[in-house]
């Protein structure tokens, strides 16, 4: 079995793959000063909860957050004796390079999703996905990650805001019955919904507009059904799509020899 774990900026994920689908994923909140034994704890205790037993022989992690990967290292060597493929470092292969600026490191994250969606959808592809930052990866014809678009999470921007005004509340992320607020809480929720389908709608175009090709697009990310409420905005939701892409990433080294 392969654990795939992908640490972004707010939550870790944790999925077990067993060859032909995930038995399952757990999350927990991302912290740099998480010991391997702290994961372990964790992980053992949910594994229980769930039944399985799993017999783990790979790992494969990606993280957006460099301070973690140190003990995510140490528990895949602990506790399942293994060396850990790690995205984005030198010696983990990619089917296809990114082709963006020399110099510029992209994402772990974002490799992982051009790798998914052009193995599950097809390239001419572009990816929105909901995270601490709405990001969106354009995937070539070949697959190669080619750049992209990031601006602020829906989340953050909420915090923001809550921060930044004193007299303002923090709200949940919800589609409001109607455009024009008739009180605060329904302001910011239109102000935030409407306003990301319309940021998200407006950039995809602007994305098509300018590649000059047919693209398909995938949501993924917690917040994507919730946003594809408000207008059409994707092609197909892939729920798993980061988790997939860890899987091809680590099969491909895996059939090159790398590992």
Known sequence: ML???????????????????????MRTSTHHART????????????????????????????????????????ADRFFDCRPLVVGKPDCLLPVAPRIDLGTVAGPDRLANAVA?????????????????????VVAHDGAYIGGV??????????ALHQGAA????????????????????????????????????????????YGLPMKVVGTGGLAPLFEQGDHLYDVIDHDLTMHGLVHIYEYNKEQGNI
Request: some cysteine; glycine content about 10%; proline content about 4%.
């Open 150 to 159: 990031i601006a602020p999470g829906v989340n953050l921007s909420l915090e």
């Open 36 to 75: 391997a034994d702290a994961y372990f704890t964790w992980f053992a205790t949910l594994i229980n909860h769930y039944g399985i037993e799993p017999n783990i022989t790979g790992v494969v992690v990606s993280s957006t957050v460099p301070r973690v990967v140190w003990n995510l290292r140490v528990f």
């Open 167 to 210: 007299a303002l509340p923090h709200v949940d992320v919800t589609q409001p019955d109607k455009v024009i607020g008739t009180n605060t809480v329904g302001c910011i929720q239109s102000g935030i919904f409407w306003g990301y389908v319309s940021l998200v709608k407006g950039l995809v175009q602007r994305v098509k507009d300018e």
């Open 3 to 25: 654990l795939a774990i992908d640490a972004g900026n707010t939550n870790t994920a944790f999925s077990i793959w067993d060859g032909e689908k995930f038995l399952c994923t």
């Open 117 to 137: 969606t052009h193995a599950r959808h097809g390239g001419d592809s572009m990816v929105v996905d909901f995270g601490t930052a709405t990001n969106i990866d």
